[in-house]
């Protein structure tokens, strides 16, 4: 993968028409996955300016400002996502990542719930919320959220093997 070319074809792409929100949202992904948090950041605020209820570039720009651990920011940009479309499974979920990297557990779990409530077949919901059971030694939920996921995944060994160790601890 060659991302420096593609940003520079987006670049040149955003000069010859600056309103097309693809390649802003483009752009930015790029940036994003190379690391230019700071550059993803500018492009995004500037998309937003345009359009300030444009939930995929708030909800990058949350993923941004979570990746610099601006966590409040964070919050907020997801909230606002959910409070624009509250079928927005992502936003949920990632507001679960935040609240477990906070040590508050029960707001987690509600984002995760609230990601299936949106999204019943959000498998990353579903494995998040088995993860911190596990942590959380509340074994019951934690084989209710495995057994949820093994129709998914049937061949998963590493589903069965944690379904193993649950079962006798």
Do not use: C, W
């Amino acid at each position: 993968k060659d991302i420096d070319s593609s940003i520079k074809t987006y670049e040149k792409v955003l000069k010859l028409s600056p309103d097309d929100k693809e390649s802003h949202l483009h752009i930015s992904a790029l940036y994003m996955s190379s690391g230019r948090h700071n550059e993803a950041r500018k492009v995004l605020g500037r998309l937003i300016e345009r359009e300030p209820d444009n939930v995929l570039a708030l909800h990058y720009l949350g993923i941004v400002e979570s990746e610099l651990k601006n966590y409040d920011k964070a919050v907020e940009l997801f909230l606002k996502v959910i409070d624009i479309n509250p079928d927005f499974d992502s936003a949920y979920l990632h507001l679960g990542f935040i609240m477990e990297l906070q040590s508050k557990n029960e707001e987690a779990e509600n984002y995760y719930k609230k990601a299936l409530d949106a999204n019943p077949h959000n498998l990353t919901a579903r494995e998040q919320l088995a993860q911190m059971y596990i942590r959380q030694k509340t074994t019951d939920k934690a084989i209710e959220k495995l057994k949820e996921l093994k129709p998914y995944h049937p061949a998963n060994i590493a589903i069965h093997r944690r379904l193993a160790l649950l079962y006798i601890d």
